[in-house]
């Protein structure tokens, strides 16, 4: 496969045979004129994304290391501390109770969801009508805001007055302090997370069965293998590398949860007993209520090696050979 | 091929009972935000749509500003995706169809900034935000994703399926300059990886809360998620009136969805598997 240069092609820079110091000179000129004229539009067409990334993204980094080493509050001159910050982080018990809190609401939220969006996916995968209506209804509530999902489900999920409690009481049930209690608010932030989701990773499964052949399906069902079997057998197994990556998805996603808990409770400390105080929350907190910079930034550091050790565990766990 | 046999009734009673819980709290939005206050603290509780739509979105006009958050919301997404849209196709056509030295580094450079965690970042892009003096402003927002990574990769990978080499190379000898090329041929056949970005962007930069959140300080200047956390917190604010304002923020989105779903469900699943 050939690309195109943007010049014309290359005329052989200094022809004539060198006389003098003058033509020592201009294949050099030319050389440099001729890069810019094939090249410079590239660059120029590329250059936006690196100048962004080195200003918003790179430096921050950077940035985040070194402010990690200082006490600063934002206004008054920083304070190098050394480690302190980080020797902080490793015995502070509200930072090791939203990394708990975040793994219990990744886990309460992220094995459902997964199941469902396989099994509503494998339902899709059918020849059945309506597919695609159908997939329209499951994936509107990913483009909702989350801001709005929280305000809706924390009206539905209220002690008092809310839907499910009145539901429950209907059919003669004690009511849930769903907004109160420890379980009880993981269970709603998880219930948001299960609701958001679910169907976006439907569509990721349905996209990964519809590569799989018919063939094989057709050749288990003369086996005589039933819809179980199929779907344990054949789906499941040829539907390993989309799972991986809905997994690591969902991790990422799910270690970084924030707008949930700061919408439901109006505030950063993630509700009663802080139950719902996640790590970023938590981050959120520390920087930018209580506007400990330094602090924060150690918080953000602590937030990237439990993100990091849990995508390599993921990644471990579920790239190994099948069986 | 579409008999209804019992096994698929069974499938469409699961499917359907599914889709009625992803629509039921747009449902219950509805409820809400057109009854009164007394309804949502009602036992047993109305379940039906009620006629206080335009007296609580009233109030909530007295509480937040919102036609300004509105405003303002429309013009970091649509600014946002616009600018998204132009340079994401420039630099994506370009890695896909020119060579230039260390076009392969810089391209794989592109695809490793994708792993790198964006809260570790959060505190000093707010620092760099001040030193600019663009806290409380909109180009806080717009200018920092205008250039993603993201973007660049899904483009380039659908010019490299969708724009043959051989055009470009035509086009070259027609003696089309490099602005030429993107905008004749580059840009009609990028036609449908641009609607999908357009959408996805335009959804993202619209229900975004944690940095507009943290960057947006004056409450003269907030988009719509901000201004709707705002009001659920304060407690004197009518309930019902939260809900009017969350409906009113959550429905043109919705719309621009189904509008544009089906150049978006197909290629969220094609974007995500091919990364």
Known sequence: MTTTDISPAAQPAGTTPGSGLGTIQEPAISALTKFRQRYMAQYIAIAPFYILFAIFGLFPIIFALYLAFQNWDG????????????????????????????????????????????????????????????????????????????????????????????????????????????????????????????????????????????????????????????????????????????????????????????????????????????????????????????????????????????????????????? | MHRLTPGKVVFHVVLLLGVLISLFPFYWLLVMATGTETDIYAYPPRLIPGGHLIDNINTVRDAVNLPLAFLNTVIVAVLTTALTLFFSSLAGFTFARFRFPGRNVLFVLLLLTMALPSQLG????????????????????????????????????????????????????????????????????????????????????????????????NPDVMTLQVALSQLQGVYETDYAAVMAGTLISTLPLIVIFILGARHFIGNIAAGALKA
Do not use: H
């Open chain 2, 122 to 217: 959060t505190i000093p892009s707010f620092v760099i935000m001040s030193e600019l003096q663009w806290v409380g402003t909109l180009q806080a927002l717009i200018v920092p994703g205008v250039a993603g990574a993201f973007g660049i990769f899904w483009m380039r990978q659908f010019a490299l399926g969708a724009i043959p080499q051989d055009l470009v190379d035509a086009g070259r000898v027609d003696g089309c300059n490099y602005w030429q090329l993107y905008t004749n041929v580059a840009l009609p056949l990028l036609r449908p990886a641009l609607a999908f970005l357009g959408i996805f962007t335009f959804i993202t930069t619209w229900n975004d809360y944690f940095w507009p959140l943290i960057v947006l300080v």
């Open chain 1, 75 to 323: 206004i008054a001159p920083m304070e190098y501390v050394g480690l302190a910050q980080f020797e902080y982080l490793l015995t502070d018990r509200l930072f090791y109770d939203s990394v708990l809190n975040t793994l219990i609401i990744w886990v309460l939220s992220t094995v459902p969801m997964l199941a469902f969006a396989l099994v509503l996916a494998f339902m899709l995968n059918q020849s059945i009508r309506g597919k695609s209506l159908y997939r329209i209804g499951f994936f509107i509530p990913n483009v909702t805001s989350i801001v709005a999902i929280a305000i809706v489900f924390g009206s539905l999920f209220g002690n008092q007055f809310g839907l499910i409690n009145a539901l429950l009481r209907s059919i003669g049930a004690d009511q849930i302090g769903w907004l109160t209690s420890d379980w009880g608010i993981k269970l709603t932030v998880a219930a948001m997370v299960i609701w958001r989701w679910t169907g976006y990773n439907a569509i990721i499964y349905l996209a990964g069965l519809q590569a799989i052949p018919d063939d094989l399906y057709d050749a288990a069902k003369v086996d005589g293998a039933d819809t179980w079997r199929l779907f344990r057998d054949i789906t499941i197994p040829l539907l390993r590398p989309v799972i991986l990556f809905t997994v690591i998805t969902s991790t990422i996603g799910g270690l970084q949860i924030f707008t949930e808990p700061q919408v439901l409770f109006g505030d950063s400390s993630g509700g009663p007993g802080s139950a719902g105080q996640t790590m970023v929350l938590y981050l959120y907190d520390q920087a930018f209520v209580q506007n400990q910079f330094g602090y924060g930034a150690a918080v953000g550091w602590g937030i990237f090696v439990v993100v990091l050790a849990f995508s390599i565990i993921n990644w471990r766990v579920l790239n190994r050979p099948a069986d």
